[in-house]
């Protein structure tokens, strides 16, 4: 979320030149540049920082919408929307490093000049750019967003795009159900707790002392052995009374002897409750 947010500043700075916030960012980071192909540079504003990580996000889907085509860079730029790259897949000839879009239209024309687009394009490309109609050259080159349907940035699509991107990096051997845990009927406080444990990513002492935070990495309970996820909320003697009292105890004691994984204990302690008990393991989690 934070990252689409940011992205909606970031896109301002590509679409609108006469900003108060693009002249400034302009002139001290990106001066001659485009703001997806600068650096981050030396010792960057935390503000600069911030922007410049959107780079990715915005590279995926923005493609330039071709007008007098003098902004628009044919090796470099997006702008072929009928292929998947949006980009010529032809090697580019020597001394053309520099033209334009503008260079394969016809001059006082509102149209391709066919000899010259089939003379330095392969055949797949050629047909691509002809293909691609033109609007009025009395108006700039314009970036437009691919994601959403008018072409303006908007945070709900950027939204989507990292989240799917997530999904897909997510390990091909994560074979666990998630949606088990949005799916037990409980407050949404516990049900996004319950996910950033599936993720392993709380605070617990071992947990801080990889992060580099030093620390006294036992259990604050038993003062026994480490604090780790498995250990907090199955493993330690206080722990396993609190299930003991709520009948859970033999069951979390039979999965503790099958596998010694957290996430599987996790989810398979959910996958074998009904679903109008599996708040009765979700609570106690929460508290502990």
Known sequence: MNLSMLGKQSW???????SLLTRIFKG??????DFLDVSLGHNPSYT????????????????????DGTKINIWNMPWIRSLPSLKPSTTRPPHYEDLTVSHLINT?????????????????DASAILATPLYSRMMEDTRIWKASIDGSYSIKTAYH???????AATPSNDNYNWTTLWNIKIHARVGSFL?????????????????????????VSCKLLVE???HTFFVCSKVADCWEK???????CNLLIIVDNFNTTLFNLFDKLLLHHQHLAAMPIWSL
């Open 12 to 18: 301002k700075l590509l679409t609108d030149s006469t």
């Open 28 to 33: 001290k980071y990106f001066l001659r540049r």
């Open 48 to 67: 600069w920082r911030s922007l410049w990580s959107t780079q990715s996000l915005l590279t995926l889907k923005h493609r330039w919408k071709t007008r």
């Open 108 to 124: 006082g024309m509102n149209s391709w000049n066919q000899m010259i687009v089939q003379s330095i394009f392969n055949h797949s």
């Open 161 to 167: 795009i990292c989240t799917d991107l997530l999904l």
């Open 195 to 219: 996910w950033h444990l599936a993720q392993q990513c709380l605070p617990t002492q071992a947990n801080l002392t990889i992060c580099g935070i030093p620390c006294k990495d036992v259990c």
């Open 228 to 230: 780790t996820h498995m």
């Open 246 to 252: 709520i009948g859970l105890g033999n069951l979390i």
